[in-house]
């Protein structure tokens, strides 16, 4: 029985491996069809065509598809866009620097900060002032970087030098003892020419005279949020003819006897002295002392005339006869900031506080999360200065009535 299965189970192997064998004898007997080359297809093309063509014009005059027509894009009329270019009136009005040849990236930052915020949509014109000529690159680069007409002016040398009633040899003790005590700019004589210069002079050269509002623009300057209306314009309807962004605390040490000079000036001229004016932002006391608040003046959009006015003439006047500008180191943020403090009433002081702004090391970002979206800002909030412990806003608010913004208790200390 066992040797009955085994010879079974042979002949089932026998069978199985002689079909495998069968299989490929019969598969490789088989022709196999290959597909033509690409240089086939193209002869055989040719003999079609009567061999005149190359290979390559065949390929490039075969049929082409038909082209489908697209719609024109349809241009966004979303309402509520600002014009790439405002209508309307300009004011006679201009941007004002003072700056070096060497300073020429730092104003470009601060031009295509203007421009890209502010002077795309008016196109003011720009003045730029110097103590020395301007170089071509300075004027070409800052030139392709303005949309309005760019002016280019030297300052007088008796605008920038010491007048002849200073004792400069008395002036030079000074700046060596400030050295010493380490006061910022206590040493530098230029950073007084500069300070007496735009306390008292930058408005009467002439490439000024032509004009009747200025915007102060120093190098290095962020604008965070659009301004989409005329700052120029919006003085004028107002009735407007100082602004500011930032205010703040003047070093006790470089202005110690800048009210004694001013309490000498109202003496003299109390015909100067208007009704309703900022005294309450100045002093704490009636004017008895100086509480040392200022406007920070690297950012100010003003009235030329005001300032080219007698009674501003002769405030500057007694001051830089009294020699503070280089006795001690009289800012012209404070100088200002009492002119207007004192000469102008104080509802012809405005508070910009829709225009953000940062001058190393203070900002200005606008109060209120809606104000922000609206103006597409990019400040952080948490970096505003309005409400901090040093500076003198909340005093601006409270003097004239003012309501503060929602939300300035989150920006405090």
């Not at 720009?126 to 949309?147: A, Q, R, Y």
Request: aromatic letters at 16%; proline letters at 5%.
């Amino acid at each position: 029985m066992a040797s009955g299965s085994a010879k079974y189970l042979r002949y089932l192997l026998f069978a199985f491996f002689g079909l495998v064998i069968l299989y490929f004898i019969s598969s490789s007997s088989i022709p196999r069809t290959q597909l033509p080359s690409a240089t086939e297809i193209i002869n055989e093309q040719k003999s079609k065509w009567g061999g005149s063509h190359s290979a390559t014009a065949a390929i490039v005059e075969q049929p082409q598809a038909t082209a489908v027509t697209k719609p024109p894009t349809t241009p966004h009329t979303s309402a509520g866009l600002p014009p790439a270019t405002a209508g309307g009136e300009r004011m006679n009005a201009t941007f004002v620097t003072l700056a070096r040849n060497s300073d020429l990236w730092d104003i470009a930052r601060s031009i295509r900060q203007v421009e890209d915020r502010f002077n795309r949509k008016f196109n003011y014109d720009w003045v730029f002032l110097n103590d020395k000529p301007f170089d071509d690159s300075f004027k070409k680069i800052t030139t392709s970087l303005i949309s309005g007409k760019t002016h280019y002016g030297v300052i007088p040398e008796e605008h920038w030098s010491f007048p002849s009633f200073i004792d400069q040899d008395k002036a030079r003790k000074v700046r060596e003892d400030m050295a010493e005590r380490k006061i910022i700019y206590g040493d530098s004589i230029s950073y007084r020419h500069m300070c007496r210069f735009e306390s008292g002079f930058f408005f009467r050269h002439p490439l000024l005279n032509q004009f009747e509002w200025y915007w102060r623009v120093e190098p290095s300057i962020e604008l965070f949020c659009d301004i989409n209306y005329d700052t120029f314009k919006y003085m004028r309807d107002h009735g407007k003819k100082y602004s500011f962004v930032l205010s703040l605390y003047e070093y006790v040490e470089t202005i110690p006897t800048l009210w004694d000079s001013v309490k000498n000036f109202t003496r003299a001229h109390p015909e100067h002295i208007v009704e309703g004016n900022s005294m309450g932002f100045l002093s704490d006391d009636g004017g008895a002392t100086y509480n040392h608040c200022h406007f920070w003046s690297n950012f100010e959009i003003g009235n030329l005339n005001w300032l080219r006015s007698k009674a501003y003439l002769d405030f500057f006047d007694a001051l830089d006869h009294d020699g503070g500008f280089f006795y001690e180191r009289w800012g012209d943020a404070p100088v200002h900031s009492i002119a207007a403090g004192l000469l102008l009433k104080k509802d012809e002081i405005h508070f910009f506080n829709d225009i953000a702004y940062y001058h190393v090391p203070f900002t200005h970002c606008p109060t209120g999360d809606d104000k922000r979206m609206e103006l597409k800002c990019h400040c952080n909030p948490k970096d505003n200065f309005d409400w901090k412990g040093y500076s003198c806003t909340s005093r601006y608010y409270d003097i004239n009535g003012l309501q503060k913004p929602e939300g300035y208790e989150k920006e405090q200390d």
